[in-house]
């Protein structure tokens, strides 16, 4: 039987691009109002913040400091160690106080390196600005991608995925449609909504910017049809304010703007590459092996602003919601901000607030303390009350009703992946695609057995990882022993053929008066350093071999 | 401030085992009720001591492997699975026949396989099986519909004769209760009868038994709604059904006078209730929308062969059971392509 055909074209009155509908998703209530009444407030600067080295997908920035040092705003504080990773600059002056472990946002709860910045208050960029490049609107792609790696930026949806590794190019592949993804279909969550309205010109100017670096036949900017005022603004930064007309996405200047149905998770940049175009990016590949290259909103406004005023990423807009917080709001914030701070801006904790959630009800996770800092993946503060979320009931045993099923964007099957990743048969679980999940939740969401699916496949992905890692390094160690011996064994010969030819050397050298000794001890000589050159080279290897575990592509 | 750590997502279920349940209970009442009025109340009593039985074997398994027993018995599973046992036993049948079926399944067909979620045959019908090839007797002998019956029971009278055995004064079984119209289609077929001939007792109505054929209607109802909540998958009832019906036409095309008509097959015995509350039963249905469909396929083939030319009048309790065995199967090949894979690739870390 062949599968269900995905193409189902939504029909409307005005000719618009065909949308597709992924398999799954829910439909969930926004609860975005209630944090989108009042403008984005910037934050007075807090007097100590807190930069943790890896704010991002990939391997930890190397810090270029040193504790006592006075630094710059915007001066560059540690730099992206290999491929995927991302530079750290300060949000402000000040001084460096320590560099060391503290409490960082992530689900482990651990604490991680991180630079402590005493600031000054004094907020001044000294002479560290990045360079404004003035012909932005013909930037080429090497140059674009070096402002990005060099200003620290990293996706801002969320996943924090270190943006240059995103743009640079894949094989053959010609990038035919540039995505910047406005959904934000996570409830609660209206940062990127409130950085449309209020900085709707930046994220135009961001996808320009984009759009002339990769020189792709298209541009789509996909909002969910849930924020009008953002598709508005961004409508006006486009065409000016008399384009209006809300039944369109005519292309202008080489941009679309598409209203999307509001259907969780469109913003999953997967799931968002297939409503705009109809590609699926392979489960194992990026975007860019169907020609997609896709960037959050935010990531295009901190491109507009690295690339034309020299501003490293150094400053992010969070919404603090939910039941538990007074006063609902989007803040501005630097990097490196306690949450606490956002908190309070916020008017405080109600009496009733329970949990604390970075990120959205979705994908989020749970913090213990509001000590932890903002960093570059924070988009949002979810303080909820019991009421509001309440705690899950008992887990029991899964009774295969196949909600799951009905509701995974992947097309995966959780109960049968729950199966394999409780009994630890990892094979299995990778013969079911389990890293084509994408952790969005549905599954668990809708599990009548309240079965914390999300955590089984977090649990078995980390596993197989994990192995796969021990799998390399005893793998390497294997190299490096072999590589030893046959290195000694060479040597061996090597000696014994010397001495063989010395000894022959000597035999003919009476007979042979006619050869000049000191030439043959030139000649040994020589190839003594010959033989030591190949020996150390070969024995280079290893080192060489012990890097290969990251990814050197660029 | 600190605050507890839970895992994603925060946003609390809409559904939960006991909610479902529940709903399958509401979507069965209709039926009882019908079930009730024309064959009796002995079909409550039935629906009273398997529910108390399956209870109490539920909270004795629980104690004995140690596990809580709250949630376990809040979730009505073992509920719904005994009232599904009980409507269907005849109504007469005696009090230690229900018991055994039901405590049958629930020991051996529930918790022996680890419990709810874990057992690959349906119990409800494990538990009919059992006392069918026990009792095949007391089993056969279903109580007159009340459109034909010159005697009504009270509920009293119900009471004596299924927990004692007696009946009220004056009255034999055999003017009480009669065979089932699958049952007297296959018998009077073996005598050479035609279907016509058969069907010319007032015994029968319009599509099938008088009674049986407008307690199947409330069935169908109750099983639309579950249907429409979304409570079951369409597909199963869909396939159970069609392949059933689709089968039935084409032999009944083929020889009227052998070979009932789909409407009758349809609306006689368990067809309905077993497409719409039993081949649903999602611990032991298909997972996959694909191999739901074929799932339930599978069952309605099997109740038309065993009905025609199997050794029982009626089959849903065998197909059920024989293609329960065969989910695990179908699940298997019948699985979704993984977005963004192709067939038969698998995951590289
Ligand atoms: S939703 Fe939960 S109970 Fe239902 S099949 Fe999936 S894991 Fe099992
Ligand atoms: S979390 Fe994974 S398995 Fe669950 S619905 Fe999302 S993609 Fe599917």
């Known amino acids: ?554 | 401030m600190r605050f507890p750590t839970v895992t994603s997502p925060h946003l609390t279920p809409p559904h939960s085992v006991g909610r479902v349940m529940t709903q399958v209970i509401l979507a069965l009442i209709p039926a009882t009720i019908a079930a009730t009025w024309y064959f009796g109340w002995g079909v409550l009593i039935n629906i009273g001591i398997a529910v108390t039985t399956a209870l109490a074997c539920e909270a004795v398994m629980l104690t004995l492997r140690r596990r809580p027993l709250p949630p376990a018995l809040g979730d009505l599973s073992a509920v719904v699975a005994a009232w599904l046992f009980a409507l269907t036993l005849p109504p007469l049948v005696p009090w230690w026949i229900a018991v055994i079926g039901i405590a049958f399944a629930m020991v051996f067909a529930k918790h022996l396989y680890g419990g709810l979620g874990y057992n690959p045959f349906n119990p409800a019908m494990v538990g009919f099986v059992v006392v069918l090839l026990s009792f095949p007797r007391e089993l056969s002998l279903w109580t007159i519909p009340a459109v034909l019956a010159e005697q009504r029971l009270g509920f009293t009278d119900y009471l004596n004769a299924i927990f004692l055995g007696h009946l009220p004064a004056g009255l034999t079984w055999d003017a009480l209760t009669s065979a089932t119209p699958l049952d007297r289609v296959r018998t009077e077929l073996g005598m050479n009868r035609t279907l016509d001939e058969i069907r010319e007792n007032p015994f029968f109505g319009d599509f099938s038994g008088r009674g049986w054929e407008w307690v199947g209607n409330w069935y169908l109802l109750g099983g639309l709604w579950l249907a429409y909540r979304r409570v079951i998958d369409w597909r199963i009832p869909l396939a159970v059904l069609l392949s059933l019906c689709a089968l039935a036409a084409a032999f009944h095309l083929f020889d009227p006078g052998r070979f009932a008509s789909p409407a009758f097959h349809l609306f006689s015995g368990a067809a309905i209730v077993g497409a719409f509350f039993i081949a649903t039963d999602p611990v032991t249905a298909s997972t996959t929308p694909r191999g739901r469909l074929i799932y339930g396929a599978g069952i309605g083939v099997l109740i038309y062969v065993i009905r025609t030319w199997g050794g029982y009048a009626e089959g849903v309790a065998f197909a059920v059971l024989l293609m329960n065995m065969a989910a695990p199967t179908i699940d298997h090949y019948t699985r979704p392509r993984v977005f963004g894979t192709r067939r038969g690739e698998r995951d590289a870390p």
Request: charged content about 25%.
């Open chain 1, 1 to 554: 039987m062949p599968p269900t055909p995905r193409h189902h074209a939504l029909s409307t009155a005005t000719p618009r691009i065909p949308l597709h509908r992924f398999h799954g998703g829910l439909h969930l209530e926004g609860h975005k109002a209630v944090s989108t009444q009042d403008p984005i407030l910037r934050l007075p600067l807090p007097e100590r913040l807190i930069l943790p080295l890896r704010q991002h997908i990939g391997e930890a920035a190397e810090p270029l400091v040193k504790p006592g040092e006075r630094v710059f705003k915007g001066q560059i504080l540690a730099r992206g160690g290999s491929f995927v990773s991302a530079a750290l600059h300060a949000p402000t002056s000040g001084r460096v106080a320590a560099i060391g472990d503290y409490p960082v946002p992530h689900p482990s709860g651990l604490s991680a390196h991180c630079i402590v910045l005493e600031c000054d208050g004094e907020d001044d960029w000294g002479e560290h600005r990045l360079p404004p490049i003035e012909d932005h609107h013909d930037l080429d792609p090497v140059r674009l991608r070096a402002r990005v790696r060099e200003a620290g930026i990293v996706g801002m949806g969320g996943a924090a995925f270190p943006t240059a590794v995103k743009l640079a190019p894949r094989g053959e592949q010609r990038i035919h449609t540039l995505i910047l993804n406005g959904a934000e279909c996570e409830p609660y969550i209206s940062c990127d909504d409130m950085l449309m309205r209020e900085h709707a010109t930046q994220v135009i100017e961001g996808a320009k910017i984009l759009r002339h670096a990769l020189k792709p036949e298209r541009c789509l900017i996909g909002i969910e049809d849930d924020k009008p005022q953002a598709i508005a603004a961004l409508r006006a930064a486009l065409a000016g304010p008399e384009y209006n007309d809300a039944n369109t996405d005519e292309e202008i200047d080489g941009i679309r703007i598409v209203p999307l149905p509001a259907h969780y998770p469109t913003g999953g940049e997967r799931q968002l590459i297939y409503v705009l175009t109809g590609l699926e990016v392979p489960a194992q590949g990026l975007p860019a092996d169907v020609g997609v290259v896709c960037q959050n909103v935010g990531t295009a406004a901190a491109v507009y602003r690295a690339v034309t005023l020299g501003e490293p990423l150094i400053s992010r807009i969070v919404t603090v919601t939910g039941g538990g917080i007074a006063h609902p709001r989007n803040v501005e914030v630097p990097l490196g901000t306690p949450v606490a701070t956002l908190v309070e801006a916020a008017g405080g904790y109600t009496h009733q607030v329970s949990r604390l959630i970075l990120g959205g009800p979705m994908m989020g996770f749970t913090i213990a303390s509001d000590e932890v800092p903002i960093v570059k993946g924070s988009n949002c503060v979810l303080a909820v009350t019991a009421d509001e979320l309440p705690a899950r009931g008992p887990t029991l045993p899964c009774i295969r009703c196949g909600e799951c099923v009905r509701v995974c964007p992947a097309d995966l099957l959780p109960q049968q992946l729950y199966w394999y990743a409780r009994a630890q048969d990892f094979d299995q679980a990778q013969n079911h695609h389990l890293f084509a999940c994408i952790e969005c939740g549905c599954c668990a969401y809708v599990c009548p057995s309240n079965i914390p699916l999300v955590q089984y496949f977090r649990f078995a992905k980390n596993e197989i990882w994990s192995q796969e890692r021990e799998r390399h390094k005893s793998d390497l160690a294997r190299r490096r022993h072999e590589f030893r011996q046959e290195r000694m064994a060479r040597e061996e010969r090597e000696k014994a053929e010397r001495l063989a030819k010395k000894k022959a050397a000597l035999e003919t050298a009476p007979a042979g008066a006619d050869e000049d000794p000191k030439k043959a001890a030139i000649q040994a000589a020589l190839e003594r350093v010959r033989a030591r050159k190949a020996a150390d080279e070969g024995g280079e290897t290893p080192t060489d071999a012990g890097d290969a575990g990251r990814t050197h592509q660029d």
